[in-house]
């Protein structure tokens, strides 16, 4: 279950991190918390353009390390919020979440879809 402070931060402007561990070592991307959905069984979907390595990186380890905060969003101590999520990924290049992604980023070439394991407020 993603908590109610994580779908907040989604509402409001901020950047997201994705990191992925491959044969060259880790490595990150960057996206939008606006180009972010959630499925209907509670996976983050997210468009992907380019993300060649991120792709090359999850086909040979799954595992996924996102943070995403918010400025806009009140946190633990103040203003600004964000969340470090743990999780699984694939890409995903046909069917139902990749239809409705792709319909609203024209540019998506694939859809990387999370699976979250855990989601932890770190602000």
């Known amino acids: ?44 979907l ?19 390390l996102v943070t995403l905060g918010s400025s806009k969003v009140a946190g633990k101590m103040g203003p600004g919020t964000g969340f470090l999520i743990e999780g699984t990924a694939a890409f995903i290049t046909s069917g139902a979440d990749f239809d409705t992604m792709k319909a609203k980023f024209a540019w998506a070439r694939a859809t990387l879809a999370i699976t979250i394991d855990s989601a932890t407020q770190t602000l």
């Open 1 to 44: 279950m993603i908590p109610e402070k994580l779908l907040e931060v989604l509402k409001k402007d901020g950047v997201v991190a994705i990191a992925t561990l491959g044969q060259d070592g880790p490595h990150m991307v960057n996206t939008w918390n606006s180009y972010i959905r959630i499925s209907e069984d509670g996976r983050l």
């Open 46 to 64: 997210i468009p992907a353009g380019y993300m060649n390595r991120t792709e090359a990186n999850i086909a040979e380890n799954n595992r996924v």
